[in-house]
């Protein structure tokens, strides 16, 4: 215990307090306890406004999460409405398409009555060095069947098409079929050329299958023939309806040996570009 009065800090600390205790009575003894009052708030004061500070302080930081989550909410809810909005976008842009392309078979279903469609969509392509066969979105639950023609549509004029043929249904799933390009090895259909209305056959060949094009073969040596030439299908055959069109003469070479002419032929469908198609479900066949 005497240790403790030994100490300096602790005689000093004593001393104070009981001067501090002493004024405090003399003041309140004299009517002057105001000051104390005075000197207490004065010492409190800063402590106190420091207070404030930090709960104005607290209060704004929880304020700015409490509006940083209120703000997530609302980005997540607009994100929710614009992909929504996307959604719909692409659903109007595949009517339309959808809408586009019927629109652009009307002629000729104007000129054919009797003629039955289904739309398709190419879904991929059977490709090595030559295209073997494409992929569609329609099957058997579309009334598809094997050997049905595939055609498709291309502008011309503003509001003018002509019809071409891509090939034919070679395998039919429940909901996707196969098609064959009219160009592949073994096909074959019967065809005229335009300008002279004179007949051939169109048929695929391997080397020419190769490089995207086909032929127009059996043709007598007076057969009137040239570079330009547009050919058209004459419905000679099980397969393809007539004047479908085929593609155009790019050369033309005579067999001396058999007196015939060859007319090498550029399809009018572009195979790497081709993405909807329309199926003839039903048509009026030609038998020759």
């Known amino acids: 215990m005497g240790d403790i009065f030994k100490n300096k800090f602790f005689i000093i600390l004593l001393i104070v307090i009981c001067i501090l205790t002493l004024s405090t009575i003399i003041l309140n003894l004299s009517g002057h306890g105001s000051v104390v009052t005075d000197i ?10 420091f207070a404030v500070i930090i709960k104005e302080s607290f209060s704004g930081f929880i304020g700015y999460f409490t509006e940083f989550n209120n703000m997530k909410e609302e980005i997540a809810e607009l994100r929710d409405q614009l992909e929504s909005a996307e959604s719909q976008i692409q659903d109007a842009w595949k009517l339309q398409e959808e809408n586009d392309m019927l629109y652009s078979f009307f002629e000729l279903k104007k000129k054919h009555p009797n003629y039955k469609f289904q739309n398709a969509k190419i879904t991929a392509q059977d490709s090595g060095n030559y295209l073997s066969g494409l992929n569609i979105d329609k099957g058997a639950l579309h009334n598809l069947e094997k050997d049905m023609p ?55 060949e391997f080397e ?42 790019i050369e033309v070479i005579a067999d001396p040996l ?19 198609v329309m199926v003839v479900l039903e048509f009026e066949r030609s038998f020759y």
């Open 150 to 204: 595939v055609i498709a549509s291309k502008k011309i004029d503003k509001d003018k098409y002509i019809y071409i043929i891509v090939g034919y249904v070679s395998e039919v799933g429940i909901m996707t079929s196969k098609a064959v390009p009219f160009i592949r090895t073994g096909t074959s259909m019967g065809a005229y050329i335009e300008r002279t209305g004179e007949t051939g056959i169109v048929e695929g």
């Open 40 to 49: 207490v708030n004065l010492i409190l004061t800063p402590f106190q406004r």
């Open 208 to 249: 020419l299958e190769k490089n995207g094009i086909c032929r127009l073969a059996y043709l007598s040596k007076e057969t009137v023939i040239e570079v330009g030439d547009k050919i058209f299908s004459s419905g000679n055959g099980n397969i393809y309806p007539e004047d479908l069109y085929i593609g155009e003469i």
């Open 258 to 276: 058999s007196h015939t002419l060859t007319g090498y032929i550029q399809p009018a469908v572009d195979f790497d570009e081709l993405k909807d």
